[in-house]
């Protein structure tokens, strides 16, 4: 059950007492103001954004299909972070994957 769930119950349970019913209202108020508020990025969400750049690039010099390790390799990140953003990457259509004999290729999309 989430928050907004539990203070809609407790409102409902409680509708006859206006102290309750306005304490409801501003916790709910409050979540609405926090789920508004724009989002800061991270160190590491902004460090990846520099390594998915280097990725890309190192994709577009080669010109061929690689491997999640030979991109590990020429970018010196390890094959997780490399294999992780690569699938941030295919998620927002910037690369494609192609799977030959059991080993995942990627390109520029």
Same mark, same amino acid.
């Given at each position: 059950?989430? +928050?907004?769930?539990?203070?809609?119950?407790? $409102?409902?349970?409680? $509708?006859?007492?206006?102290?309750?019913?306005?304490? #409801?209202?501003?916790?709910?108020?409050?979540?609405?103001?926090?789920?508004? !508020?724009? +989002?800061?990025?991270?160190?590491?969400?902004?460090?990846?954004?520099?390594?998915?750049?280097?990725?890309? !690039?190192?994709? !577009?010099?080669?010109? %061929?299909?690689?491997?999640?390790?030979?991109?590990?390799? %020429?970018?010196?990140?390890?094959?997780?972070? $490399?294999?992780?953003?690569?699938?941030?990457?295919?998620?927002?259509?910037?690369?494609?994957?192609?799977? #030959?004999?059991?080993?995942?290729?990627?390109?520029? $999309?």
């Amino acid at each position: 059950m989430t +928050k907004r769930e539990m203070f809609a119950r407790i $409102a409902s349970v409680c $509708a006859n007492d206006p102290e309750i019913v306005a304490f #409801v209202a501003h916790e709910v108020e409050l979540l609405d103001k926090k789920n508004k !508020a724009p +989002k800061k990025a991270t160190k590491t969400q902004i460090e990846n954004e520099s390594i998915k750049d280097k990725i890309l !690039a190192t994709l !577009a010099e080669n010109g %061929s299909p690689m491997t999640a390790t030979a991109i590990a390799e %020429s970018i010196g990140v390890s094959v997780n972070k $490399a294999s992780a953003l690569l699938t941030q990457l295919k998620e927002d259509n910037s690369v494609t994957r192609e799977v #030959v004999k059991r080993k995942a290729y990627f390109t520029i $999309a």
